[in-house]
């Protein structure tokens, strides 16, 4: 596949889980790809194994960090604000600090990768946000997530009214719990907090897809891809869930 052969595409978070599979299936599309986050070392394991992709270091939730990696990157027709963050707690343990970094790695950074994607986009361009079904409803224990997630669902929204006109489209991708190394994390602290075994996590956690099954990072790129070809250009502020019938 080559149908995206001349298009330069920036994917934060590029590293690890549904990032890198994104990173595989631009560059497999013929795209010029350019991954970005905060570890150099797993940005370059990806990097070195796919033709035309390279590794920039960058930090969404600093303002001159992702300027600076759109600078490093050059002129992008397609960004994908991916990089983020997941921690549970009840609402009444939960800190200010912990709030404050759930919404700085999930929304800021979104809308700083997003602002600057958009002010160096002449013509064609698709933005698209990695958010989740914690955007599309609430999910115990995950408030502070829930909260930043919906603020980039409504973040896509008002951009794409913003670039109507334009041969630009901004849309947000939802899936339900997905089969990546955050997933793995969720599933330890089920773990750890109810004593129970592995299997017992996995159920609660594919419990809410009605497919009762972990959503598969290839499938969140499928989506992905879909939105930058032939005859998306209608698909403009959009919260596409990718769960499995729930929401």
């Known amino acids: 596949m080559t149908g995206l052969a ?3 595409v920036l994917i934060t978070g590029g590293g690890t889980g549904v990032g890198a599979d994104l990173a595989r299936g631009f560059a497999a599309a013929g795209a010029e790809v350019v991954i970005a986050g905060r570890r150099m070392a797993p940005l370059a394991e990806v990097a070195d ?33 991916n990089a983020g963050a997941s921690d549970s707690a009840p609402v009444g343990k939960v800190t200010l600090d912990h709030w404050n970094a759930m919404l700085a ?26 958010a989740s079904t914690a955007g599309l409803k609430g999910y115990a224990y995950v408030a502070p997530y829930a909260a930043a997630k919906h603020g980039v669902v409504g973040l896509v ?10 041969p630009v489209t901004v849309n947000a991708l939802c899936p339900g719990f ?8 969720s599933i330890a602290n089920i773990m750890d907090k109810t ?36 005859g998306s250009d209608a698909m403009n ?11």
């Open 49 to 81: 194994r796919l033709p035309g992709t390279r590794a920039v270091q960058a930090d969404v939730t600093d303002e001159a960090s992702v300027q600076a990696m759109f600078a490093q990157a050059g002129p992008c027709d397609i960004v994908i604000a």
């Open 237 to 247: 502020g959009q919260a596409i869930a990718i769960a499995g019938g729930e929401v």
């Open 157 to 166: 929204r008002s951009m794409a009214l913003e670039v109507a006109k334009k």
């Open 195 to 230: 004593g129970k075994d592995r299997a017992f996590a996995i159920g609660a956690l594919t419990a809410t897809n009605p497919q009762g099954r972990l959503v598969q990072p290839d499938e969140v790129t499928a989506a992905a891809l879909w939105l930058c070809g032939p």
């Open 6 to 8: 001349g298009k330069r």
């Open 105 to 130: 790695v999930n929304l800021t950074g979104t809308f700083l990768t997003f602002r600057e994607g958009v002010r160096q986009m002449k013509g064609w361009g698709r933005l698209i946000a990695v």
């Open 178 to 185: 997905l089969d990546t190394e955050m997933t793995e994390r």
